[in-house]
């Protein structure tokens, strides 16, 4: 494991942020579990916690990532050619990747996980699974190898080829359908090729221009449907598959979706636009739905500035809204905040990374030399950096021990990965939030 960069910020565990500590502050009861993230992996642990009968707290800054993803789930896209099946391909990589969060986990837990989210999230109607890959289109006609996806976007699987119309709103700018029409011809797919082609509607929307989110919200309108049908019916064909982008409404997609689809005919699916997306909103709000049926608790708009720690434990997480500072006091803290990416991870004016929450020990820190390449998608030597974990999801020391008694890591805060290269971010944030919650029920049971 690196240890090469960084060496100033490794034993800062359970820092206090000077001047910024609760003071006056009101604080909470004591709670079972304080998850800090509220991201998926750590909406995952609060959700099967609360379901277990734990007082569960979520506090975040924010909302994570959902926002911005595609609300699909990808466990293994590339290792490092396109994986056909997670299932199949999963022991070898794991084998190669000794250091990775599935090496802690194994295939069968990554799988016990990925079923669990399904029954949480059962709204959204998650289809497929690790035996085959789905490979749906990109908001630019990239083909996108992944496990799970919407029933608003399952039909867009784009292996075996076939027929395709791209539906494009004049008023919508998010997303571009000649590229994206284009890119699906030359799309290297099994069983192709796709022919596809675009159509434009320009429904009465009441503005010229308008995001994803906006449009979502005007598609709910069943007068705004019916404008879009009537224009839409006369230019499908028969044997065509119909893609809309992914706008079909924030409260109720799959009853549009539905709809859509029984009114045409035809299949049909949704592609992604750029954020913000319109099917990572809705996987939030059906967590956070899960987590309050749960009887879970989220807070948002709560900054994580310090932590209270003693006899290798933490007490309280001491978060600031405003300026007020609140006191979370738990037995056990789940630690979600996320990667570089996310901003659990931070760097200093010198280059040395550190956990920004509690000052844990980071591993797979990149050699000397720039952590970040000029290319977006290239293999960034900082992408790995993150806490190192054991089986159970235990940050560790220098030693290779539990870094603290009562504190689990989940998501893109566990180092090891390179889930933009990889496509498993997904996978890697349920499967980890679904096992650091085991841990604690093993210990509190």
Same mark, same amino acid.
């Given at each position: 494991?690196?240890?090469?960069?960084?060496?100033?910020?490794?034993?800062?565990?359970?820092?206090?942020?000077?001047?910024?500590?609760?003071?006056? +502050?009101?604080?909470?009861?004591?709670?079972?579990?304080?998850?800090?993230?509220?991201?998926?992996?750590?909406?995952?642990?609060?959700?099967?916690? %609360?379901?277990?009968? *734990?007082?569960?707290?979520?506090?975040?800054?924010?909302?994570?990532?959902?926002?911005?993803?595609?609300?699909?789930?990808?466990?293994?896209?590339?290792?490092?050619?396109?994986?056909?099946?997670?299932?199949?391909?999963?022991? %070898?990589?794991?084998?190669?990747?000794?250091?990775?969060?599935?090496?802690?986990?194994?295939? =069968?837990?990554? %799988?016990?996980?990925?079923?669990?989210?399904?029954?949480?999230?059962?709204?959204?109607?998650?289809?497929? +699974?690790?035996?085959?890959? !789905?490979?749906?289109?990109?908001?630019?006609?990239?083909?996108?190898?992944?496990?799970?996806? @919407?029933?608003?976007?399952? =039909?867009?699987?784009?292996?075996?080829? +076939?027929?395709?119309?791209?539906?494009?709103?004049?008023?919508?700018?998010?997303?571009?359908?000649?590229?994206?029409?284009?890119? *699906?011809?030359r799309a290297d797919v099994p069983g192709g090729p796709v022919e596809a082609r675009a159509v434009e509607v320009a429904p009465d929307l009441g503005a010229a221009d308008l995001n994803a989110v906006a449009l979502a919200r005007r598609m709910e309108e069943p007068e705004v449907r019916k404008e879009v049908l009537r224009e839409l019916e006369p230019a499908v064909a028969d044997a065509e598959r119909v893609a809309f982008p992914?706008?079909?409404?924030?409260?109720?997609?799959?009853?549009?979706?539905?709809?859509?689809?029984?009114? !045409?005919?035809?299949?049909?699916?949704?592609?992604?636009?750029?954020? @913000?997306?319109?099917?990572?909103?809705?996987?939030?709000?059906?967590?956070?739905?899960?987590?309050?049926?749960?009887?879970?608790?989220?807070?948002?708009?709560?900054?994580?500035?310090?932590?209270?720690?003693?006899?290798?434990?933490?007490?309280?997480? *001491?978060?600031?809204?405003?300026?007020?500072?609140?006191?979370h006091a738990a037995r056990w803290f789940v630690l979600a905040t996320g990667g570089v990416g996310g901003g659990g991870v931070g760097s200093d004016s010198t280059g040395a990374f550190r956990e920004r929450v509690l000052g844990l020990p980071l591993r797979f820190l990149p050699p000397e030399g720039p952590p970040f390449l000029p290319g977006y998608l290239g293999a960034h030597p900082a992408a790995r950096v993150g806490v190192?974990?054991?089986?159970?999801?235990? @940050? *560790?020391? @220098?030693?290779?021990?539990?870094?603290?008694?009562?504190?689990?890591?989940?998501?893109?805060?566990?180092?090891?990965?390179?889930?933009?290269?990889?496509?498993?971010?997904?996978?890697?944030?349920?499967?980890? +939030?679904?096992?650091?919650?085991?841990?604690?029920?093993?210990?509190?049971?």
């Amino acid at each position: 494991m690196s240890t090469s960069r960084g060496e100033g910020t490794r034993g800062r565990i359970g820092h206090r942020v000077p001047g910024r500590g609760p003071g006056p +502050g009101r604080g909470r009861g004591m709670r079972d579990v304080v998850v800090i993230g509220a991201g998926v992996a750590g909406l995952a642990a609060a959700i099967r916690l %609360a379901e277990a009968g *734990l007082s569960v707290e979520v506090v975040a800054k924010g909302v994570g990532a959902t926002h911005l993803a595609a609300a699909v789930v990808d466990v293994l896209g590339y290792a490092p050619g396109r994986v056909d099946s997670p299932a199949e391909a999963l022991p %070898a990589f794991v084998r190669d990747h000794p250091d990775h969060p599935y090496a802690r986990l194994g295939p =069968e837990r990554i %799988a016990e996980a990925l079923s669990w989210f399904r029954g949480r999230v059962a709204e959204l109607g998650y289809r497929g +699974g690790l035996q085959r890959n !789905l490979l749906l289109p990109s908001a630019l006609g990239v083909p996108r190898p992944t496990a799970l996806a @919407p029933a608003t976007m399952a =039909e867009g699987d784009l292996r075996g080829g +076939g027929r395709i119309v791209v539906v494009g709103f004049r008023a919508l700018k998010d997303l571009h359908p000649g590229l994206l029409t284009e890119n *699906l011809r030359r799309a290297d797919v099994p069983g192709g090729p796709v022919e596809a082609r675009a159509v434009e509607v320009a429904p009465d929307l009441g503005a010229a221009d308008l995001n994803a989110v906006a449009l979502a919200r005007r598609m709910e309108e069943p007068e705004v449907r019916k404008e879009v049908l009537r224009e839409l019916e006369p230019a499908v064909a028969d044997a065509e598959r119909v893609a809309f982008p992914a706008v079909l409404g924030l409260d109720d997609a799959p009853g549009i979706w539905a709809e859509l689809r029984g009114a !045409l005919g035809r299949p049909v699916f949704e592609v992604p636009t750029l954020p @913000p997306s319109v099917p990572g909103i809705r996987l939030f709000r059906a967590l956070r739905h899960a987590l309050r049926r749960a009887g879970g608790r989220l807070t948002m708009g709560a900054e994580v500035v310090g932590a209270e720690t003693g006899n290798g434990r933490v007490t309280a997480v *001491l978060t600031r809204t405003g300026s007020r500072a609140v006191r979370h006091a738990a037995r056990w803290f789940v630690l979600a905040t996320g990667g570089v990416g996310g901003g659990g991870v931070g760097s200093d004016s010198t280059g040395a990374f550190r956990e920004r929450v509690l000052g844990l020990p980071l591993r797979f820190l990149p050699p000397e030399g720039p952590p970040f390449l000029p290319g977006y998608l290239g293999a960034h030597p900082a992408a790995r950096v993150g806490v190192a974990v054991d089986e159970r999801m235990r @940050p *560790l020391g @220098p030693d290779d021990a539990p870094a603290l008694e009562n504190v689990v890591a989940a998501g893109a805060t566990i180092g090891g990965a390179e889930p933009w290269r990889e496509k498993s971010g997904e996978g890697i944030s349920i499967a980890t +939030g679904y096992a650091a919650a085991g841990t604690v029920l093993a210990e509190v049971g």
